[in-house]
């Protein structure tokens, strides 16, 4: 089975990381992946909540919204708060980010990373951590060039795609049409040395045997690893 754009079934899409997109923010990226643009943006906080005062630690926490014509139709703003969809998303990019950080090296502050889907093209999520961590990554540097701490608290890189199984096919980094035609669709986050922060993946159709789920996830690591390199050159390291 043919991919729609042409690519090969281990191929990713089109990467570029554009550091700076946001000059008021401490730190920020566009990710572009194929027709999925993503715009990440980190803003810092010389506090923490209530509940993480005096522990001497800080947090790294993340927003995660569609524009209203990310799409191919107009899709409404969460005026009344983030839906279930969109909190699951945040929380996953929250806990794919902390883990690159040491939060006791970090202070009592917070990073909050602001991902905004320009267009949505599939893999908003994935592209949403992959490009959040550029963003943290500069705001982390900020702190250190402002002397508010003398190293920088990122401990690890982390990254993230898509692979999923069309039509007895393996393939990675799935755009949209891809994706709703998949018998599996799995989101794989993983740190750049080689261990999992989360593995999100279902089964729509029949149950896949495990033997299956490994190669998957095996191709979705061999695509975070070209994902980590970019996000190495975007970052001039």
Partial sequence: ??????????????????????????????????????????????????????????????????????????????????????????????????????????????????????????????AAITGGYVALALACRTLVARGRLTESPLTRAVAAISAGIVGEQLFLDLDYSEDKHADMDCNVVMTDTGAFVEVQGTAEGEPVPRERLDVLINLAADGIRRLLELQRQALGS
């Fill in 1 to 126: 089975m043919p991919r729609t754009d042409g690519r090969e079934p281990d191929q990713l899409r089109p990467v570029e990381i554009i550091p700076g997109a946001v000059p008021y923010a401490e730190g920020s990226a566009l990710i572009i992946c194929g027709n999925t643009r993503v715009l990440c943006a980190a803003s810092l906080e010389e506090n923490v909540p209530g509940w993480l005062r005096g522990q001497g630690r800080g947090w790294v926490t993340a927003e995660y919204a569609l524009l209203p014509r990310s799409t191919h139709t107009r899709t409404r703003r969460e005026r009344d708060g983030a839906g279930g969809r969109t909190q699951e998303i945040q929380r996953l990019i929250g806990r794919s980010l902390r883990a690159a950080v040491n939060l006791s090296a970090l202070g009592e502050r917070v990073i909050t990373i602001d991902c905004d889907v320009l267009q949505a093209d599939g893999g908003t999520r994935t």
